[in-house]
């Protein structure tokens, strides 16, 4: 699982580099990036070491841990209450979206292998009616 949370960090590291864009290409992709992300946390909710509570900019997120990595998920995003062990007010955060060249994988590689092993797609998550460039070519629509 070490691999998946290490691709999982890409794929949330690509959400935020297209959030930050101001086309709407980008912000789509960014949205389904970002469900992708949930939907894997929750998927593999077991292998997860540590879940706290935290409030960045008076909002509240789920954070979930696995080993180096740590996910934030808003709070009204999952369904169901999560058990977490803490709660924290973080002051000054900040996302880091860069992307270390030798530490992670290429956008396709990640999302490659997250549809292979986990049957992850971010495509089933763009609307019907989304431009055809919206879509990850060479995954299944």
Do not use: G
């Amino acid at each position: 699982m070490k691999n998946s949370f290490k691709t999982l960090k890409t794929i949330n590291k690509r959400a935020k580099l297209y959030s930050r864009q101001q086309d709407t290409i980008s912000e789509m992709r960014s949205k389904a990036l970002y469900q992708l992300k949930y939907n894997a946390i929750l998927k593999w909710i077991e292998h997860v070491e540590n879940t706290e509570l935290h409030y960045i900019h008076n909002e509240k997120y789920y954070c979930f841990y696995y080993e180096q990595y740590s996910f934030h998920i808003p709070f009204d995003a999952i369904q169901n209450n999560i058990q977490y062990q803490n709660e924290k007010v973080l002051h000054n955060f900040e996302s880091d979206c860069s992307l270390e060249q030798n530490i992670y994988q290429t956008e396709k590689e990640s999302l490659t292998q997250l549809y292979e092993k986990h049957n992850l797609n971010p495509n089933q998550y763009l609307s019907q009616n989304c431009p055809f460039q919206t879509y990850w070519p060479y995954l299944p629509m």
